[in-house]
């Protein structure tokens, strides 16, 4: 058997272990508990839950950032987690959101969380990119008329295809559009 998903069971007695990945960079692990709340641990630590205190807590916190702003147009969302905040932030169709997630595995999990996040990996008007915010331009339109670093990766629809290319180069496809 697998040590993490053993010391997942340990740990969790009473959740079931719906999916698990284990990346360069983190373990991502989704779980089921008696109640029917799912539940994303990194490393096996909590993330994010769906939860209706934390989707509502953390829809807000989106929310309040894109309705604060007199005409928001676009958001930079710094990490996915379970996908609530970057659905709060996209809720208004015509704001354009950038989310910069570390790991594509869990932007792969975040599909598990669907129900809470409302499907934000394959909204058209939401972009996830693989890589780590310190290279990443603060601007989210800007990054289209730079060269692309190599560490980098460009989710397109669906997080079973996000992640890094096999020759660790930037995707041809580096936006995705509406369609």
């Given at each position: 058997?697998?040590?993490?998903?053993?010391?997942?069971?340990?740990?969790?007695?009473?959740?079931?272990?719906?999916?698990?990945?284990?990346?360069?960079?983190?373990?991502?692990?989704?779980q089921?508990?008696?109640?029917?709340?799912?539940?994303?641990?990194?490393?096996?630590?909590?993330?994010?839950?769906?939860?209706?205190?934390?989707?509502?807590y953390?829809?807000?916190?989106?929310?309040?950032?894109?309705?604060?702003?007199?005409?928001?147009?676009?958001?930079?969302?710094?990490?996915?987690?379970?996908?609530?905040?970057?659905?709060?932030?996209?809720?208004?169709?015509?704001?354009?959101?950038?989310?910069?997630?570390?790991?594509?595995?869990?932007?792969?999990?975040?599909?598990?969380l669907e129900?809470?996040?409302?499907?934000?990996?394959?909204?058209?008007?939401?972009?996830?990119?693989?890589?780590?915010?310190?290279?990443?331009?603060?601007?989210?339109r800007?990054?289209?008329?730079?060269?692309?670093p190599?560490?980098?990766?460009?989710?397109?629809?669906?997080?079973?295809?996000?992640?890094?290319s096999?020759?660790?180069?930037?995707?041809?496809?580096?936006?995705?559009t509406?369609?």
């Amino acid at each position: 058997p697998n040590p993490y998903s053993a010391a997942l069971r340990y740990r969790y007695p009473d959740e079931r272990l719906l999916w698990i990945e284990e990346g360069a960079q983190t373990t991502v692990s989704i779980q089921e508990q008696s109640d029917g709340t799912r539940v994303m641990y990194l490393d096996g630590l909590h993330q994010a839950n769906d939860s209706a205190f934390m989707v509502g807590y953390h829809s807000l916190i989106g929310a309040l950032a894109v309705a604060l702003h007199p005409n928001p147009r676009e958001a930079l969302v710094v990490g996915l987690g379970g996908g609530v905040t970057a659905h709060g932030v996209s809720a208004i169709p015509t704001v354009h959101v950038e989310v910069v997630e570390l790991s594509g595995e869990v932007v792969r999990g975040a599909e598990y969380l669907e129900r809470a996040n409302g499907g934000v990996v394959d909204k058209p008007n939401v972009d996830i990119r693989v890589d780590d915010v310190a290279t990443t331009s603060s601007s989210p339109r800007s990054a289209t008329t730079s060269s692309p670093p190599t560490s980098s990766s460009r989710c397109t629809r669906g997080p079973a295809r996000c992640g890094r290319s096999s020759t660790g180069s930037w995707p041809e496809t580096r936006w995705r559009t509406a369609g």
